[in-house]
């Protein structure tokens, strides 16, 4: 009997134009122990999936279903107190998108991992305690026992996303739903994530969906992949077979989007459009205004489900003979010879910023030297990567060149000033940032519109110009206009990191610092955003520090790398020789954790 099967699930959400039906006719089954990997673009209903599975449904969303059982349990019939007692949280547990929204401001970190295990009655304070400081353990939260105490806002993102993962494993689920667990990761840590998850699979026999627009990481954890898109299930079948041999057109431009830490920088391929919000039920092909190979029946009817060789099936027209090739992007510019001549941009001088922390209200005073002698310099039309584990010093260190902090020891140049001098307007002009993450860093009391034309505002730019502004900044980073006037709250992860990023570049500064600016994003605006950032970089001379634990990232953005350790600096080179060819052995411990989307990936994908 499988662990849990979902048949013909369908969630429908009130809105003021009407019904958006943002999932359809969604089946599946998981066998214990198995995974099955959820991919797909940003509204495309894969968290909506989720919430529907945990009710936890905005209020007013409607929910049908043939079917859903959990093992001999029919949840459909269950009452919301007998599903909250017997099955949320102890039978599926569930990893949010945003740790530091989903973890409690005012309560420590112990409170939080141990109060369900506490008020259900499967554990002893003692027990329940003894429970977490072990999971922080292996989720590699350094100092457990202290961290216990600690509150959210005292641990950098990765560090909350890890007590995320740690707080769904307390009552030991039978399903684990983990919605981009690895998002706010570093690459050595994403890899620990993963093989705790599946030791425990293996383990427990836990059943996980992992829903995840990184691709290279659903390769290599999952059984199954489910490819969704406009909240219709539009491909399905084992990893290998769905991802080195995809089946329909969607799944294949999804593929082509993935950068590579290997082989020439070139231009990434992107999907023209966005997700359109179905207001109907589907009566044609959902991907059809999007679709490089539409014919007219595509328009007419919605396509049937086409299986092939072990229960791979896709829903398309296209015949299996229909193939479509992956496009070489052109090559992206190399540094030019007389980069060394360039302007500085940036100039950190031995900067070390040292926190004072005590471990108890009366206990002594420790010292952290969260960046420790680190100098930088970047040139103008330079790109120079920050990279290394979570507490390295990486957003210190940024937070430091904006001037949102001071340094303990050091100083900072922007464009040949000291910023100690400079007007915060001045310095706002010449150098914006992009955070990572985007809902702490968003005024939810604000329109989409009102954020990304603050920067304008301040400067005194007329109503009438900030709006037109905005809407050009929304139609370069993919946001649809009717977002103009939504807020924060009604917007998902990506769409939200991308208003972040229009407002950053709504002034045209000369200086961006992007801390893990595509982290949030799924691969087809991930590209997009990663393609601009050439784009802007190539046309204006943008000189950008990035901070990224993606690798394919680096190798796809960065001319220069710099890599951190516990504050230091313990490498540094041009991109192709630190991805490749590494001096130190940390550096190489990076590059061996990052995942790999299979080197065996064909150069053509079927797009039927």
Known sequence: MPLIEVENLSVRLAVPSGWLHAVHEMSFQLDRGEALGIVGESGSGKSMTALA????????????????????????????????????????????????????????????????????????????????VEL????????????????????????????????????????????EP??????????????????????????????????????????RVAVMYGGELLENGSSSSVLAHSRHPYTGALLRAIPTIDGPRRRLATIP????????????????????????????????RQIGEEGHWARCILPDAAVARIDQGSL??????????????????NITKIYQMKSSLFGPKKEIRAVDDVSLSVRRGETVALVGESGSGKSTLARVILGLIDATQGRVR??????????DTD??????????????????????????????QLRGVEADE??????????????????????????????????????????????????????????????????????????????????????????QLAHRVVVLLQGRVVEEGPASRVLHAPSEEYTRLLLEAAPRFGADLPVTASAS
């Open 466 to 555: 900030r709006m037109r502004r905005a809407r050009e900044m929304m139609d370069i980073v993919r946001l649809p206009t009717r977002l103009l006037y939504s807020y924060p709250l009604h917007l998902s992860g990506g769409q939200r990191q991308r208003v972040a990023i229009a407002r950053a570049m709504v002034n045209r500064p000369e200086v961006l610092i992007c801390d893990e600016p595509t982290s949030a994003l799924d691969v087809s605006v991930q590209a997009q955003i990663l393609n601009l950032l050439a784009d802007l970089q190539a046309d204006f001379g943008l000189t950008t520090l990035i901070i990224t634990h993606d690798m394919a990232v680096v190798h």
């Open 427 to 456: 310095r706002a002009r010449l150098v914006q940032p992009i955070f990572q993450d985007p809902y702490s860093s968003l005024n939810p009391r604000r329109t989409v519109a009102e954020i990304i034309a603050r920067p304008l």
């Open 414 to 423: 922007l464009q040949g000033q000291d910023i100690a001098g400079m007007r």
């Open 53 to 132: 599975l945990m009710r936890l449904l905005p209020r007013g969303a409607q929910v049908s279903a043939d079917g859903l059982r959990m093992g001999d349990d029919d949840l459909l019939t269950m009452s919301d107190r007998q599903f909250a007692q017997t099955v949320q949280g102890s039978r599926i547990g569930m990893i949010f998108q945003e740790p530091m929204t989903s973890l409690n401001p005012v309560y420590s970190i112990g409170r939080q991992l141990t109060e369900a295990a506490v008020r259900l009655g499967r554990m002893n304070p003692t027990t329940a305690r003894r429970r977490a």
């Open 332 to 349: 992206l510019p190399e540094p030019a010879e007389n980069a060394a001549e360039a302007d500085l941009m940036i100039e950190a001088q």
């Open 136 to 179: 922080l353990d292996r989720v590699g939260i350094p100092d457990p026992a202290a961290r216990m105490r600690q509150y959210p806002h005292q641990m950098s993102g990765g560090q909350r996303q890890r007590v995320m993962i740690a707080m769904a494993l307390m009552l030991d689920p039978e399903l684990l739903i983990a919605d």
């Open 273 to 304: 459009g966005i997700v359109a919000a179905q207001m109907a039920p589907p009566k044609a092909c959902v991907f059809a205004e999007r679709c490089a190979f539409v014919q007219p029946r595509c328009t007419t009817a919605r396509p049937p």
């Open 182 to 223: 690895t998002t706010a990761l570093d690459v050595t840590v994403q890899a620990q994530i993963m093989e705790l998850l599946a030791d425990l699979r293996r383990e427990t026999g836990m059943a996980m969906i992992l829903i995840s627009h990184d691709l290279a990481v659903v390769s290599q954890t999952t059984d």
